[in-house]
């Protein structure tokens, strides 16, 4: 990740726009930068209070005035544990309060998008920017800024305390920093370097062994156990070797952090004692310094590793905000036609589409029209463009040439919700959420009764196998409904798409086998669910196309033949014509 | 009764606590390989320990001596003459001097410590690591089968590295609390005793506190990271099925589901850093109050001229530098539980058995194979399931024919098909390979002499030519080409930029599913085996190429057995018998013309296989 200063006048960008979703807290925020300011005096002013305890009170024997100020150093202890235990909890609250919206809003923004988004993003990528992509976010807003502000006035008191009791000693004691800030510098340098070749190494590790778990019978089919054995040596020796070098680094470095704190006591003492001969300098301060230079490491260590989560907060930042600035490209009509009754008459009139400009026609020039109540079947081999005329009706993606009409009002002037209520849609991978039977007929819709949908699985007979299921309609489906049979699968999907009640109804018929009793059974459904409704059918079965009161033969994103089974039949050299007898002409040869 | 059920919980404890001694004394022996090495680590830490005491006592002798000097009532010149020419002057460089001395002394030693201590938890860590890997490679696929990819896959990265922080970490923190606190106490105790008692009092509660709190993070990142894959699982679901739930107009339903999640994560996550947040206050509140003890106490018994000024600023070193082992010392024992169930888990792979190994007692078959093979009314279960994959199994397969295997997805055909290089082992009935049982054979004799192309192709991320001569390592560059040739790669191969030298996979070039199936085919052919066995291995490859690489297998493996599984009729029309399996059995078998004759289930098949294939080709 390199990210240099013509960067950084968009991280300001991307800090501002964070700042929005920051914005209700603000007051909260402005009260944890005061008590961290608090916490800060409190914590520093510590040393300060034993430099008067032993001076003013020890050294003159003043018990009373020792209890005193003991008495203070614990309410300061006291205070500074309250304030940091409540600070800390209130920061991380909003923290997870804006980490909570950022990610409903990232989801809400991706659920919305077009379509052709999902195609174009791998789901996998998806779920980081909603899920990882905010974690990354998390130390940065619940404690990671105002723990920096912390640090800041931290190093201010302790150096006003120290300034205050001692200027000399105050250079004396931060003698050892360039020191500090240049080792720390080499080691962030090398062990960036170190890391990544470590992380590399596990990588390389992790790889080796995933593939070899998963390849694991061609390992042993191969009789290759032994050399492989001596492969993952060699990869793993690489892993120890690297992880080796980092602890190099570490064990360089924290000695040496170790031994400039100790330095630095070493020369306080040392200067100190000087001017304590001269009684320029008490034992009181001399024993407050000792203990500034301990705290005066931790906050500087503290703010160099700030830096670092910035930085990736700030990449992950922009993942997110790139996702929320992306165009919707199918959006709502400004003013839409409020529906009357729908009739359910899908009219295509000259539509042509593809995905992107330089990319093949996916449907050229098609026009056609199913009336209501008609069973239009669409028949053509993979890729001719059959699915594609679904999602453009339900406007999934939308066309750029041509129109596309429900009940003679282009499609685009409905509201999307209006529109695609009146659309029955039964996919072909039967997809099924995991969640009861009666979750995922009514999809989450409470307006739909257990009434309805006990109605409506009657109707296409998928409530005897229902019935039977552990729990009937409260069964819990496991992920994508793998408890069940393919056929049952689909039942349910049936059910789904007729309790909405839709006026177009829209298969995509399944071609995965179902046993011959189930298959009899979808069939039965199908013609159930097809009365009454327009039926728009990608046909796989040669029973629905027969039925059909209209036949589309699709071939590369253009409509050959249109007609009725019969019409169909009778054209010579007709491609229908040609599918129909093969599969006649061979049963007639096979029986005869 | 009731004493009866106490025995019997204590002789469970007692047992329990006995397996955990033996597994801990078998993950010790790890260590004597690098015992020289671990000893000095730990001597190292000791004596960094032992110098670093010497700083708070040379700064608390410092003072003292400028508190002799001060009262001595000397007139002392400019801080120049004090600094470098006086008596005082020379005491004070002696003691800096010395104090700079130890404290580098310290360094190296710390420095020291970590090389050896943390570097051989490493080499521990590589050597269980090839260990567990030897291991897994030699299980049998039982196991795999049992046992889910992603857990294995955790045995072998997490568990591995968790168990090196016991021989790393662990050990260091260990033993650097025992001896830093150790000199540490004497030195104070040497001091004043009573002094001692009071600025130790908070210090157990800081051990105590420490390990709840580790403890309690633990736990609840485990329920934390369930939520997490809560919210993750949610929106996988969602985005897979957008189109579903555009259609169905449920994205406010679908967001209210999300939001619900993403809020139980959020007030979870909520619960965890009220209990973070108490960490480092509290840490700050008992050593601080061990400080305001060591002042009040302390500064007392100066008054009563007990002790000096010095021996305070001695002391709260000293509480500083107790600090962090005091701490770690909680969070030690945390580490250490966790490393040990870690250890646990990898000691019951270590010591899972290899039962389909070569029976070592009988004559193991090594001659050469024929390649007649026999099912004797084989039946076989997974194991953890109840349902027979296959039953009642009887086939014979003659030497060098052709056998197709036929039927819908999950029928059993891959199953039947593992049986015969003893991938798994039937749980009824038999194998038999030239006549001799399965079990007979030597191992590697009876997989060296079967070529499989299972179903789903499984190439590793290295070169064409490797994974071709995977088999075969020693097989020459011409040899490799020829099998290419065969499978109908080649001309594929050397249109790469890098010929067979292509990486192939995550780090190498994407093969296309049709090229990834013919370069499985080289790889078995290459091998030049007895018995061929397809599975479904030429389902991306069109059915042109198919002919070809049928037609060139039957050319140069005639008088071989081929086993062929697929969905293609004309795949398996030209075989010599045909297999119809269903649910675990077979219901139909002939050749092409008589099962079509029967207009059974392999005849349903083909009828609806020429329609789709008329409208592939219209």
Redesign the interface.
């Given at each position: 990740m390199s990210r240099d200063s013509q960067n950084e006048a968009a991280d300001s960008v991307l800090i501002r726009r964070l700042y929005h979703f920051f914005e209700p807290y603000k007051y909260w925020a402005l009260l944890a930068v005061i008590l961290t300011l608090s916490a800060a005096f409190l914590g520093t002013i510590r040393p300060k209070l034993t430099q008067i305890a032993v001076d003013d009170h020890i050294a003159t024997g003043d018990v009373e005035g020792l209890t005193w100020i003991v008495i203070l150093l614990g309410l300061a202890l006291v205070g500074e544990f309250i304030i940091l235990i409540f600070n800390t909890y209130i920061t991380r609250w909003f923290g997870q309060g804006v980490l909570f919206k950022l990610r409903n809003a990232v989801f809400e923004k991706i659920q919305s998008l077009h379509v052709q988004f999902f195609d174009k993003n791998p789901i996998g990528r998806l779920i980081t920017r909603t899920t990882s992509d905010i974690e990354a976010l998390s130390e940065l807003l619940s404690d990671g800024v105002v723990n920096m502000i912390g640090d800041l006035f931290r190093i201010f008191f302790i150096l006003y305390f120290m300034l205050m009791m001692s200027w000399e000693l105050t250079l004396i004691s931060i003698l050892v920093l360039p020191v500090l800030f240049y080792s720390t510098f080499w080691f962030k340098s090398r062990v960036r370097v170190a890391f990544l070749h470590v992380r590399d190494q596990i990588a390389r590790l992790n790889s080796f062994i995933q593939e070899h778990i998963n390849g694991i019978s061609v390992v042993q089919l191969f009789n290759r156990e032994e050399t492989e054995k001596q492969k993952f040596r060699s990869i793993n020796q690489d892993h120890t070797d690297a992880h080796v070098k980092t602890i190099f680094y570490f064990s360089i470095f924290w000695p040496i952090v170790e031994v400039l704190a100790s330095l630095a006591m070493a020369l306080v003492v040392w200067y100190g004692g000087a001017r304590a001969l001269m009684d320029q300098v008490t034992f009181g301060v001399l024993l407050a310094f000792i203990q500034y230079v301990r705290q005066f490491f931790n906050p500087i260590r503290g703010l160099s590793e700030k830096y670092n989560t910035l930085q990736s907060a700030l990449a992950s930042s922009e993942r997110i905000f790139n996702v929320l600035d992306t165009k919707n490209e199918v959006y709502e009509a400004a003013l839409p036609v409020k529906p009357k009754k729908i009739r359910g008459e899908v009219e295509f009139q000259n539509v042509s589409f593809r995905y992107n400009a330089d990319q093949e026609m996916i449907l050229n020039d098609v026009s056609f029209t199913a009336e209501p109540g008609e069973l239009l079947a669409i028949v053509g081999a993979t890729g001719s463009g059959k699915t594609t005329l679904i999602n453009l009706m339900m406007r999934f993606y939308d066309i750029h040439e041509g129109r596309i009409m429900l009940d003679g009002t282009d499609v685009r002037d409905y509201s999307l919700r209006d529109l695609r209520k009146n659309f029955g849609l039964v996919l072909q991978d039967n997809a099924l959420f995991s969640g009861t039977v009666m979750d995922n007929i009514t999809l989450g819709n409470p307006e739909i009764s257990r009434e309805e949908v006990i109605q409506a699985a009657r109707e296409v007979e998928a409530d005897r196998f229902i019935r039977r299921l552990p729990g009937k309609y409260d069964y819990v489906l496991r992920e994508r409904g793998d408890s069940l049979s393919m056929g049952q699968r689909q039942l349910i999907c049936f059910v789904r798409a007729m309790v909405y009640d839709p006026k177009i109804l829209i298969l995509d018929e399944a071609t995965s086998s179902v046993d011959s009793e189930t298959e009899e059974l979808v069939s039965r459904a199908c013609e159930r669910m097809m009365r009454g409704r327009t039926s728009i059918v990608i046909a796989h079965r040669l029973s629905t196309i027969q039925g059909a009161d209209k036949i589309l033969v699709m071939h590369k994103g253009l409509i050959r033949e249109t007609g009725s089974h019969k019409e169909l039949v009778r054209r010579k050299d007709g491609i229908y014509r040609k599918l129909y007898e093969l599969q006649y002409k061979e049963q007639a040869v096979i029986t005869g | 009764m009731n004493g009866n059920l106490n025995e019997a919980t204590q002789s469970f404890v007692f047992r329990k606590k006995q397996t955990d001694l033996n597994h801990l004394r078998k993950l010790n022996r790890y260590f004597s390989k690098y015992k020289g090495s671990v000893l000095l680590g730990m001597l190292f830490l000791t004596a960094s320990n032992f110098f670093l005491i010497w700083?708070p006592v040379l700064?608390r002798r410092?003072?003292d001596e400028?508190?002799m000097?001060?009262s001595s009532a000397e007139n002392?010149g400019s801080?120049f003459t004090?600094?470098f020419s006086s008596e005082?002057?020379a005491i004070?460089?002696f003691?800096?001097l010395l104090?700079?001395g130890t404290?580098?002394l310290?360094?190296?030693l710390?420095?020291a410590?970590?090389?050896t201590l943390?570097?051989s938890s490493?080499?521990v860590?590589?050597d269980i690591?090839?260990d567990v890997?030897?291991k897994?490679?030699?299980?049998p696929?039982r196991y795999?089968a049992s046992n889910r990819?992603g857990e294995?896959?955790i045995r072998?990265?997490e568990d591995v590295a968790r168990v090196r922080e016991y021989f790393g970490p662990v050990l260091m923190y260990t033993v650097n609390t025992i001896t830093r606190a150790g000199f540490i106490i004497v030195m104070m105790l040497i001091v004043n005793r009573e002094l001692t008692y009071w600025a130790l009092l908070p210090l157990p509660f800081l051990s105590a506190f420490a390990y709840w709190v580790s403890g309690f993070i633990n736990r609840y990142q485990l329920i934390i990271q369930e939520q997490?894959s809560k919210?993750?699982?949610k929106?996988?679901?969602?985005?897979?099925?957008?189109?579903?739930?555009?259609?169905?107009?449920?994205?406010e339903?679908?967001?209210?589901?999300?939001?619900k999640e993403?809020?139980e994560?959020?007030k979870k996550?909520?619960k965890l850093?009220?209990i973070?947040?108490?960490f480092?206050?509290?840490l700050?509140?008992l050593i601080?109050?061990s400080?305001?003890i060591v002042?009040?106490k302390g500064?007392?018994m100066?008054?009563d001229g007990v002790i000096t000024?010095g021996n305070?600023?001695e002391f709260?070193?000293y509480v500083?530098y107790l600090t962090w082992p005091v701490a770690s010392l909680g969070y030690t024992v945390n580490v250490l539980q966790k490393s040990l169930a870690s250890w646990e888990r990898i000691d019951s792979l270590l010591t899972q058995p290899v039962d389909i190994e070569t029976a070592a007692d009988s004559d193991t078959v090594t001659r050469s194979v024929k390649g007649e093979i026999e099912f004797r009314n084989v039946g076989f279960k997974y194991p953890g399931s109840d349902e027979y994959a296959l039953k009642g199994i009887s086939l014979n397969i003659a030497p060098g024919s052709n056998v197709a295997l036929v039927g819908?997805?999950g029928s059993g055909k891959t199953t039947l098909v593992n049986l015969i290089?003893r991938?798994f082992d039937p749980t009824e009935g038999e194998i038999l390979l030239d006549g001799i049982p399965l079990k007979q054979w030597n191992l590697?004799q009876l997989?060296?002499a079967?070529g499989?192309v299972?179903q789903e192709t499984?190439l590793?991320?290295s070169t064409i030519r490797e994974n071709i001569a995977?088999?075969r390592?020693d097989a020459k560059m011409d040899e490799v080409e020829k099998a290419a040739e065969q499978a109908r790669l080649l001309e594929n191969i050397l249109d790469f930029e890098k010929k067979f030298d292509t990486m192939v996979?995550?780090r190498g070039i994407t093969l296309s599913g049709g090229q990834k199936q013919r370069t499985a085919i080289a790889?078995a052919i290459l091998?030049e085996p007895e018995i061929v066995i397809l599975d479904d291995s030429l389902s991306a490859v069109d059915t042109k190429t198919e002919d070809e690489i049928l037609n060139h297998l039957k050319k140069n493996l005639s008088g071989k057995t081929a086993i062929i599984i697929s969905h293609r009729i004309s795949t398996v029309k030209n075989a010599d018998i045909i297999f119809y399996i269903q649910e675990g059995r077979i219901i139909e078998s002939g050749t092409h013309s008589e099962l079509?004759?029967k207009?059974e289930r392999y005849?349903d098949m083909y009828?609806k296989q020429?329609?789709e294939q008329?409208?592939?080709n219209?």
């Open positions: - | 700083i700064i410092t003072m400028v508190e000097l001060g002392y801080l004090i600094l005082a002057g004070l460089a003691n800096s104090l700079i404290v580098i310290y360094g190296v710390l420095f410590t970590r090389q943390i570097v490493r080499k860590e590589f690591r090839n890997i030897d897994l490679l030699r299980l696929q795999f990819s294995i896959y072998t990265t997490y919210i993750a699982g929106a996988q679901e969602t985005f897979s099925s957008i189109r579903l739930i555009k259609a169905f107009n449920r994205s339903h679908e967001q209210a589901l999300f939001e993403s809020d994560y959020r996550k909520l850093d009220l973070e947040s108490l480092h206050p509290t700050n509140l601080g109050a400080v305001l002042i009040w500064g007392v100066v008054m000024i305070i600023a709260v070193i500083a819908r997805t290089p991938l590697e997989r060296s079967i499989y299972p499984f590793f991320s995977f088999g390592a996979g995550e790889r091998k079509i004759k207009e005849f009828q020429m329609l008329e409208l592939q219209i």
